[in-house]
């Protein structure tokens, strides 16, 4: 069995997950696999980390079942296993509507997607002699926060899709016990696209995604394995 571990980062093209594919990519340890929806971005992203590791890429709409079988296909021909697979796309937060529709668009994407995408790589997990699964939600999920009254920015959609993902991560954890180690972990405040002005995330205090995708990498690493009960930070957890 080929020792480099085989990693697939979805949404992998930009924010998080292109930091996080950097900060693996600079480990001869690991092959990193980008997921990008639009294949143009995902080439963009390829062209600048294939000179510092071993990279690839494969089109990825976590929303769409053809694409995501014909990912399945390419992972298995090119690699055989997968090792770890980071559930990291996602949408939103973006307005404070509760409407049905917005929701229901959420869940497509961060609900449904994740639920998807691991069902239909979990033949390649299992092939795997140390499988992970990694799953990246946000405080805005927490149960615990929105029931003490916090102070939580309006952003509902968001939060009831992140909630019903820390639900289906846990499942996960029971389901694949003993068999893949499933880890649920918030990757802080990063200025990025998600809400669709990176400049004001900054502002707000969004910090460079650099440091999550060093996060993420000692995750991948192993190195909070014991924690599959919590919702990890870097710094620790956030309840439920
Ligand atoms: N930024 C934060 O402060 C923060 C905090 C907590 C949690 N998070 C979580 O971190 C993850 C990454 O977010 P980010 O901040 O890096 O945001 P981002 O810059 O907007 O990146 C999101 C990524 O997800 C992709 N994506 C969206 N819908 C997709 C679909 N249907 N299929 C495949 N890919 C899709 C996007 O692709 P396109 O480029 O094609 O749109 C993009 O690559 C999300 O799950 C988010 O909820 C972020």
């Given at each position: 069995m080929c020792a480099q571990?085989?990693?697939?980062i979805t949404g992998g093209n930009g924010g998080i997950g292109y930091a996080t594919a950097?900060?693996?990519a600079a480990s001869p340890a690991y092959h990193v696999i980008i997921g990008s929806r639009s294949l143009e971005k995902g080439k963009t992203a390829l062209a600048k980390l294939s000179s510092k590791g071993s990279v690839s890429l494969v089109q990825l709409d976590v929303t769409d079942a053809t694409s995501i079988a014909a990912a399945v296909a390419t992972v298995e021909k090119d690699r055989g296993?997968?090792?770890t697979l980071i559930n990291n796309a996602g949408v939103g937060p973006t307005?404070?509507?509760?409407?049905?529709?917005?929701?229901r668009n959420t869940f497509e994407t961060n609900v449904f997607g994740v639920a998807a995408v691991t069902d239909a790589f979990l033949p390649l997990l299992r092939k795997s002699l140390d499988p992970r699964l990694i799953h990246?939600?946000?405080?805005?999920g927490s149960s615990t926060l929105r029931a003490s009254g916090a102070p939580l920015p309006p952003?509902?959609?968001?939060?009831?899709?992140?909630?019903?993902?820390n639900m289906l991560a846990l499942i996960h954890r029971d389901l694949f016990k003993g068999?893949?180690?499933?880890i649920t972990l918030d990757p802080g405040f990063n200025a990025t696209n998600l809400g669709g002005d990176p400049e004001a995330m900054r502002r707000g205090g969004g910090g460079d995604p650099a440091k999550a995708g060093e996060f993420i990498k000692s995750v991948v690493e192993g190195k909070r394995d014991a924690d599959s009960n919590k919702m990890i930070n870097e710094g620790g957890s956030i309840p439920w």
């Open positions: 571990k085989t990693v697939l950097a900060a693996l296993r997968l090792d307005s404070p509507s509760l409407s049905v529709e917005l929701l990246v939600t946000s405080p805005l952003f509902h959609t968001y939060e009831i899709s992140k909630a019903a993902l068999e893949i180690k499933v």
